[in-house]
């Protein structure tokens, strides 16, 4: 099994590349299946779950084409998809169990063919993510849907009708699978307490170059008009504000000046704030954010996790790493998952002060952490640990990295390019 090895202590420094957006990409890449020409997708990252999504639309019987040029070739990476061949409404377990993005084919097989059968996902253990708001939103535009023997089966007599469907809490995936199957529905539907990220304004982006009629993405509340087809497109994928972020904690937490490029500061406020409040000078000039600590160590802040403009739950487990090492102590708050606290164990065996109640975590900083052996136990997870090695005394090894290859494209490439020693081994 490979592993990661960093020794720790460098101050990083330079420019870094920030890839497409890997919660953007996977529900684009099923909007796919709506239309009845070939879709092209650009600025699609490298990533393990981009490959499975993939293998599910051309289990369907989707003819899916990759080009994925070598790292720092300057080509961008590119999906085609042709959905003309889809044969197939079911995805089947084998794959939709390692990814709980793969339920996002629901809506759009359901829209598109009146019928599909989606095991229920999987995905990182991060805590129970029920998909009875997918459910109710499909039920809420005339399907017929029940959960028979661990698939979500769904069916329509003609098809779908536009309906009102309030949202009982705010669902990313659910808004986005909802989304997508009322842009062929009769009439018009209303999105009530949508969920508002930008990755959501991006699938919406593509979905009106296909020919949807929607306003108000990015808002609570989204109208969309049914059309009768959706027709073939080009979409270039946002950039990944959460890799982005990644990479500017590291620069805070190192101590050095790091440019993000290709990045997107307007969906990166609540994170951007907090750096500043860390001590970072902060810089933005049009796809570019510089984070420049000036050598300093950082002040440890304060985190609610919260829904889109909020702290994204995404960046928590790289704060926490921040503040394991920064002036004074900070408060952490989870409030999206119930079980996103699992790297709290492992930091502590690098050394860190952290104090868990609940869904609280009290971090102190330390003057300095301890290379160790630890375990990736999630993506983010992954990516605190990283973290958290890079400014460790001595060598750290993370072990099980195949989450960290779900969501982070040439991690190690990236952060070599900053000035850091890590290695890829096994």
């Keep these: 099994m490979q592993k990661i090895v960093i020794e720790g202590g460098g101050v990083l420094n330079g420019e870094v590349p ?49 080009d994925t040029p070598r790292f720092g070739s300057g080509r961008e ?49 991060i ?6 708001q997918h459910i109710r939103g499909m039920q809420a535009l005339g399907a017929q849907v ?25 669902s990313v995936g659910a808004t986005e699978n909802v989304l997508m199957a009322a842009c062929l529905a009769e009439g018009e539907s209303v999105l009530e307490n949508a969920a508002m990220e930008p990755e959501i304004v991006d699938l919406a982006d593509c979905l009106v170059a296909m020919g949807a009629k929607i306003e108000g993405a990015g808002s609570s509340r989204i109208h969309v008009q049914g059309v009768e087809r959706l027709h073939g497109a080009r979409h270039a994928v946002l ?3 959460i890799e ?20 997107h500061a307007g969906s990166m406020d609540a994170v951007l704030a907090k750096l500043v409040e860390a001590g970072a000078e902060v810089i933005v000039e049009g796809d570019r954010i510089t984070v420049d600590m000036h050598g300093n160590r950082p002040r440890a802040v304060d985190i609610n996790t919260a829904p889109h403009p909020g702290f994204p739950t995404d960046m928590q487990a790289q704060f926490m790493a921040m503040n394991c090492i920064a002036e004074g102590a900070g408060v952490i708050r989870e409030t999206i998952f ?8 492992e930091l502590q065996r690098l050394g860190a002060d952290i104090k868990v109640d609940g869904h609280t975590a009290i971090v102190r900083g330390v003057a300095g952490l301890t290379g160790a052996p630890v375990m990736a136990t999630d993506l983010r997870a992954s990516a605190s640990l990283i973290l958290a090695g890079l400014v460790a005394d001595g060598e750290t090894v993370i072990d099980r990295i195949y989450h960290l290859d779900r969501g982070y494209e040439n ?16």
């Design 77 to 125: 990476s590119v999906v085609l998809v042709d959905p003309r061949t889809v044969n197939s409404h079911i995805a089947p377990y084998e794959l939709v169990r390692t990814m709980r993005a793969s339920v996002l084919v629901l809506g759009p097989l359901l829209a598109r063919y009146g019928d599909a059968e989606v095991s229920l996902p999987g995905g990182c253990a």
């Design 146 to 170: 029940s959960v028979d023997h661990g698939f979500i089966k769904a069916g329509t007599a003609g098809r779908l009708r536009g309906g009102r469907v309030a949202f009982d809490l705010v």
């Design 338 to 345: 119930e079980n996103r606290f699992m790297h709290v164990q």
């Design 239 to 241: 950039a990944d504000r």
């Design 411 to 426: 991690i190690e490439e990236k952060l070599s390019g900053l000035g850091a020693s890590i290695r890829r081994i096994g």
């Design 244 to 263: 982005a972020g990644t990479f500017l904690v590291a620069a805070a937490m190192t101590g050095g000046r790091v440019t993000a490029c290709h990045a």
């Design 18 to 66: 920030v890839s497409g957006a890997k919660n953007a990409v996977l529900p684009i890449l099923c909007a796919t299946l709506l239309a009845d020409e070939p879709v092209e997708i650009s600025n699609v990252p490298n990533l393990h779950d981009v490959t499975t999504t993939a293998k599910v639309l051309a289990g369907l019987g989707a003819s899916v084409e990759i």
């Design 127 to 132: 805590g129970s993510r029920p998909v009875d």
